[in-house]
């Protein structure tokens, strides 16, 4: 099962912030906090991903809480394009993972004009 | 530096028939998984293979089966198809497959049972 919780729909407009939640109130130290969103009819697109600390690259910024019981995808200026589902996935650390995702029903979110 | 590549991206085949997918990872790239799409049931992880080995396996029956040759490139077979294998297949690619790699999709390859 997924180790995380997202809301299934949000909205925002054209331009305006994107602040996509997701709670991971398991997640052990070890575990990574992944973001990937889907267009519809397409493979899953990688954003960014996280540990403990905040990142920022061209596409997004991840914020994780100090407890690292939740995070927030942020999308600075959200166009049309970015209307997608976005799946927040906490990836297990350790010799034991793997290439294996486990992925929840995400957010789907629409950008409006 | 070219993605993953899948081929075919769309295909029809009947029921009892089998069917070969294949996967061409990102260059350098030696774990390559797959997964399956389908709207009730969302992505779901089906193998993954590190340098010609299965290392990691879903819930999936024996239809399922894939391999990875020399050259990182991996194939899926599903055989004895049935109308609910209709979906879209995914394979992604990672360096290791270690949670540092990040992962990449490819498009996916449609499958049609009828």
């Known amino acids: 099962d997924a180790k995380t919780t997202q809301p299934p729909s949000m909205d925002c407009a054209e331009g305006r912030a994107a602040n996509l939640p997701c709670n991971h109130s398991t997640i052990s130290g070890n575990e990574y906090v992944y973001w990937y969103r889907q267009i519809h009819s397409q493979g899953p697109q990688y954003i960014i991903h996280g540990l403990k600390n905040n990142e920022t690259n061209e596409m997004a910024s991840l914020i994780i809480t100090e407890d690292r019981k939740s995070s927030t995808l942020i999308l600075p200026h959200a166009t049309l394009r970015d209307t997608a589902v976005y799946y927040c996935i906490v990836r297990v650390g350790g010799s034991s993972n793997t290439g294996k995702l486990i992925f929840g029903q995400g957010t789907t979110l629409q950008v409006k004009p | 530096k070219a993605g993953v590549t899948q081929t075919p991206r769309y295909l029809i085949k009947t029921r009892g028939q089998q069917v070969t997918l294949s996967c061409s990872p990102i260059?350098?790239?030696?774990?390559v998984s797959w997964y399956q799409q389908t709207p009730g049931q969302g992505l779901q992880f089906l193998f993954e293979?590190?340098?010609?080995?299965?290392?990691n396996k879903g819930n999936f029956p024996g239809r399922f089966s894939g391999r990875q040759f020399s050259n990182s490139r991996s194939e899926m077979n599903v055989s004895t198809l049935e109308l609910g294998d209709s979906a879209l297949y995914l394979c992604a690619s990672s360096f290791r497959g270690d949670p540092g790699n990040t992962i990449y999709f490819g498009e996916g390859s449609w499958l049609t049972v009828v």
């Open positions: 293979y590190f340098s010609e080995t299965q290392r």
């Open positions: 260059s350098g790239h030696r774990s």
